[in-house]
């Protein structure tokens, strides 16, 4: 009986060692297919991985270049709104300098005038084809009258023809209404000046012997009673003569501009000091 208890023993001993070899083989294929399963695992899945990995940096990327986009966007926008709004700022700082510039020359040109004037601006033409009558900002409350001569720094512009109480109707010397005494500055050689076209017209009752050339200037002679002497009219910028006529035909260009008119004077009709 000892003798089969101790055989059993050893049996069962063995059984024991051997399950524990077994179990210890077992996990040392299990390691070894599971180290030949993961470099199988890495060999398939690394370029999948890779791929993933520059999918999700390219996202990213586009995703901050996006988020960059829409800051760039709003900036052009600012951007955009600023220089428009710098460019409104420009354009009346040139447009306050162009009438600094013409009001100056005005200024100047008012000293030269021996009689008190009246600054007033242009608000408005004759609806005919060229202009014919201009609307001045000054009225009978600002001393206009009737027949005031209208003038401003390049020469005469015309006379009042209607007055309101804040505003006047101006008669311009182009038109075919209008008759201003003028002569040659030259020669001295008169007549009236009746115009006929937008800063044009002709000088009357100029003799068929009176010396006359081209780009001569007449200015008003003070004969009409309305403009005072030497203000300037035009350039002598056509002539012809007939032999059945005992004048000649000059044409003048005014040396005012009445498509760009905008400030003139009033010239009132008290004179400061006596006209020579």
Known sequence: MLFHKFINDIILKRKKEAYLVGLVLILIFLNLKFHSFKAIWFEVSGPVLKGLDRLWYCLETAKERYIELQ???????????????????????????????RLEALLKFKKKIYYPTLGARVIGYSPEFFPRMIFIDQGSKDGVGLNFPIVCKDGAVGEVAAVFPHYAKVLLIISSNSHVAVMSERTRTQGIFVGNGINQGEVLYIRADADVKKGDLFVTSGMDGIFPKGIQVGQVIGISKSKTSLFQKVILKTRVDFTKLEEVLVILKSPRVSQK
């Open 71 to 101: 800051h760039v966007k709003k900036e052009n926008v600012r951007l955009k709104k600023e220089i428009f709004t710098l460019k409104a700022k420009l354009a009346a700082c040139e447009e306050i300098k162009k009438t600094n510039q």
